[in-house]
């Protein structure tokens, strides 16, 4: 069964920086496409970032609003993945979830909220 446990949400004022983790278990990571997700408050949950097993600069996807802001990394060894968000704005608020695969939202973890705030 896949398992995926995020931490890391928290309050934070514009302009400044988050890190978020997610715990995988169930399934085999290191062979798995992995990635973020995020759902503001009243709107659709959206595909943010992904990163493929290899973990190489060339191996990460990042939708156009957080490119250049999040940087997405993994631990294969410890099954962990990772978004290093920097530069944050009120439109980041929103639940953060860990995703396996690919540019998909789906399936994903509880989540993280993450708001920015003044």
């Known amino acids: 069964e896949v398992r995926l446990v995020e931490s890391g949400g928290d309050l934070v004022q514009p302009g400044g920086s988050l890190r978020l983790s997610c715990q995988a278990s169930g399934f085999t990571f290191s062979a798995s496409n992995m990635g973020w997700a995020r759902q503001a408050p009243g709107k659709e949950i959206e595909w943010i970032a992904s990163?493929?097993?290899?973990?190489?600069?060339?191996?990460?996807f990042y939708t156009e609003s957080v490119k250049g802001r999040f940087t997405i990394s993994r631990d294969n060894v410890n099954f962990r993945l990772f978004l290093q968000m920097t530069n944050l704005t009120p439109a980041d608020t929103a639940t953060y979830y860990c995703v396996k695969g690919l540019r998909s939202v789906a399936p994903r973890g509880q989540g993280t909220l993450v708001t920015v705030s003044s």
């Open positions: 990163m493929t097993p290899s973990a190489g600069v060339g191996d990460r």
